[in-house]
């Protein structure tokens, strides 16, 4: 009916205030992050009450919400440091034991920094593969995005590096297999919590296209 309500009203709010990134709301939906004049704050969705968790301008809670990546930083609830990490911007594993960032992999204390073996080869020509990015699986597996670099005039570039095969990479096992090929958008594809099925957008004209089971 167009009514609102509020948790709280608060001038705080009126400046340059953004939600943290799209994991800014904690596990147990009691408090959410944002980011305001360099900071990191966590506000509490049933008070309004806010605290600083730590220098930042972005933040990411860990699943069981413990944790929080701030950065390249990983502190605890109450912005305890735990650990500076080799980059920055990673996601965190479904346990919340590992972040990963493109091809790079690093435990949440900082140790068993490693980069993902690449089960293609690369190249920079028409026709030869290219790497899309990464996510992680509902089933703690991280799917590789791999692309080829084909002509796009009609998007006014030269090139552009367009979704071909997704490969299933086991950190435990350290073995990849491929999943199946795709075809189309580039890389915006979404897991299943399970990571059993992929949404993958298509585009053919005006419409969007979703798939698929994969094993």
């Known amino acids: 009916d167009g009514s609102r309500s509020y948790v709280a009203q608060d ?24 980011t305001k004049s360099g900071s990191v704050v966590a506000i509490d969705l049933a008070s309004g009450a806010r605290r600083i968790v730590a220098p930042g301008s972005s933040a990411r809670w860990s699943p069981d919400g413990a944790w929080i990546l701030v950065g390249n930083a990983v502190v605890a609830r109450d912005g305890t440091p735990l650990a500076t990490l080799p980059f920055g911007e990673g996601r965190w594993s479904p346990d919340g034991q590992e972040i990963l960032r493109g091809l790079d992999l690093v435990r949440r204390d900082g140790t068993d920094v490693r980069q993902l073996p690449l089960p293609i080869e690369l190249g ?27 002509e796009a005039p009609q998007q006014g570039l030269t090139t552009v590096c367009r979704a071909d095969r997704v490969f299933i990479h086991d950190p435990a096992s350290g073995e990849s297999r491929e999943a199946q090929p795709l075809r189309g958008a580039p890389f915006s594809d979404q897991w299943s919590p ?22």
């Open 124 to 150: 920079y020509t028409l026709g030869t593969p290219c790497f899309l990015g990464s996510a992680w699986r509902g089933d703690a597996r991280i799917a590789l995005h791999i692309g080829r670099w084909v």
């Open 11 to 34: 001038t705080w709010f009126d400046a340059f205030v953004l939600f943290a990134s799209d994991d800014a709301v904690a596990p147990d939906g009691s408090e959410v992050l944002v």
């Open 194 to 215: 399970d990571g059993s099925r992929l949404l993958h957008p298509v585009t053919t004209g005006d419409a969007w296209e979703v798939t698929r089971e994969v094993e």
